[in-house]
């Protein structure tokens, strides 16, 4: 059945240009490998960072999910990339499931940084492109392989940053280079959640129970259970549970974590008031627009040596969060 009101109609090509629009800057941002996969780079090949970044693709790949299984035009063009962007990750991925922050178009590894949230930014990746590659009635070609090395980074990341001790996974600097993010800091558990969240349905929609064991699985539903009771007080998220055990109060974007990957509405009231103290903290009165942290110069653990922005990019997430 059609929608005959016209202005609903007017409504949606509008959307349809406007989603069209930005996907073409993201294909602007895609550069063929050395293997012939097309990828997102963080910035100009002959630029500063002319890297693969699995946190920017992660982000990435879900829009790209969400757009190659609508009704829209460039559908399929949108699936292309998200496939070819998994495909990368299949080959960068080390033998033993591990993940790097950067990589270059030859897939050498060009970390400079450990950042732990990495592993699950992959697993993201591969779990958004089997699970539309499903949804689309696509034939996936390799599908043991993506299997395959999606249970070798869950036992990567399992084995080598998560702490049974406190049920959560540690992290030495993650989303930025800071010595403020080492520890067990929102970010880079609710990254994990997100990426389980999305093995799991992997499992459920593939049907791959001898690849995936069963015990990944119920290690999402325990460890899910327990960042929503340890990450939280004051009846709102912690920004982290440092090295020694200290909770670290302090108002950071990070606080949003929880509604980045896609958890907002599993307890509102702890988000609710984890938002309104991190604009109260975080608004610059200049720019209109949120920090990232507060930077206390005082304070050797904040290194800012890059400041404490974009402000935009943090702005337009909370900006997504109200809307």
């Not at 520890?183 to 995936?212: E, Q």
């Amino acid at each position: 059945m059609t929608d005959s009101n016209p202005d609903k109609q007017s409504s949606h090509k509008d959307i349809c240009h406007e989603l069209e629009a930005h996907f073409k800057i993201i294909q602007s941002c895609s550069i063929e490998t050395d293997g012939g996969e097309r990828i997102l780079l963080a910035a100009r090949p002959e630029s500063r960072y002319p890297y693969f970044y699995p946190r920017d693709s992660a982000c990435a790949s879900g829009l790209l999910a969400y757009l190659s299984t609508s009704d829209l035009s460039f559908a399929d063009d949108a699936y292309k990339l998200l496939k070819s962007i998994a495909y990368f990750v299949l080959k960068v991925l080390r033998d033993d499931g591990y993940i790097g922050q950067r990589y270059a178009l030859s897939r050498e590894e060009k970390s400079v940084y450990k950042q732990e949230d990495n592993n699950a930014h992959g697993l993201i990746i591969l779990s958004n492109y089997l699970l539309t590659a499903e949804a689309r009635g696509e034939n996936i070609q390799d599908i043991d392989k993506f299997l395959l090395s999606i249970n070798s980074a869950s036992q990567f990341a399992i084995k080598n940053y998560y702490r049974p001790e406190i049920n959560l996974f540690h992290s030495t600097t993650s989303i930025h280079e800071s010595a403020l993010e080492e520890g067990f800091s929102c970010w880079t558990n609710f990254a994990y959640l997100k990426a389980f969240t999305l093995v799991s349905r992997v499992n459920d929609d593939l049907d791959a129970p001898d690849i995936i064991p069963d015990k990944i699985l119920t290690f999402k539903s325990a460890f899910k259970h327990n960042l929503f009771s340890i990450m939280v007080s004051n009846k709102r998220f912690l920004r982290r549970i440092d090295k020694r055990g200290n909770y670290d109060f302090k108002p950071d974007f990070t606080l949003l974590s929880p509604f980045y990957f896609g958890f907002g509405n599993e307890d509102k009231s702890l988000l609710d008031n984890s938002v309104s103290f991190l604009e109260r903290q975080l608004w610059d009165p200049e720019l209109g627009m949120i920090q990232r942290y507060l930077p206390f110069s005082g304070d050797i653990e904040i290194h800012t040596h890059a400041g404490n922005g974009p402000w935009l990019q943090y702005t337009a997430i909370l900006a997504q969060y109200h809307y």
